[in-house]
């Protein structure tokens, strides 16, 4: 199975117990700073990873991206470079930029049997703002005009978990238990056909 991880949900993945069962890893953002952060995580993790900087700015980006080991990444590439044959499962948060874009990318690639795509997307808070809240309700429902399979996680209802014992690094790793989750069943799946 083919796991990319779009955005802030790639900072998480790396300590997921299944992350060790998928074939191939693609982790992808806009900053290069976080790329840099989660590339660590994942080598200090022993989890190989390709990571992508999606359209990056300036000569000193690219530079020193390619010396740390990040790779680039144009949006109108990301299908051919990102998707697998196989089952590919992407893991993104909708409302802001990178994922937004990259997921309404991937979801217009073209696949046939040899490939499988998958979308796990989390909701945005709703203090983030109606605009990003719009931008995801219409990547999501555009997804379900075309028939697309998708699962959604609204961020906003971690906050009912949140208070003074239980904080929001805690409520995001119940969400990261259902990712586990979805990644442990779509390998099941896998193996029985």
Request: charged residues 25%; aromatic residues 6%.
């Amino acid at each position: 199975m083919n796991l990319i991880m779009i955005g802030g949900r790639g900072a998480a993945c790396a300590t997921l117990p299944a992350i060790s069962t998928v074939s191939t890893l693609h982790v992808v953002g806009s900053n290069l700073d976080n790329l840099l952060l989660w590339r660590r995580n994942f080598i200090l993790r022993k989890v190989d990873v390709a990571c992508h900087l999606l359209e990056p700015g300036h000569q000193y980006d690219l530079a020193f991206s390619e010396e740390k080991g990040i790779n680039f990444i144009n949006l109108e590439d990301c299908a051919a470079i990102l998707l697998h044959p196989g089952i590919n499962l992407i893991v993104a948060g909708l409302g802001g930029n990178t994922g937004t874009r990259i997921v309404r990318e991937l979801s217009r690639a073209r696949t046939d049997a040899d490939k499988v795509l998958r979308f796990m997307l989390t909701m945005p808070f709703h203090f983030e703002g109606e605009t990003r809240g719009f931008r995801a309700k219409e990547l999501t429902d555009d997804l379900g005009r075309r028939d697309i399979p998708f699962k959604v996680l609204h961020n906003q209802d971690l906050i009912r978990y949140i208070d003074a014992k239980f904080g929001i690094a805690d409520a995001f790793r119940l969400q990261d238990m259902q990712i586990d989750q979805e990644i442990g069943s779509l390998m099941l799946k896998r193996t029985l056909v």
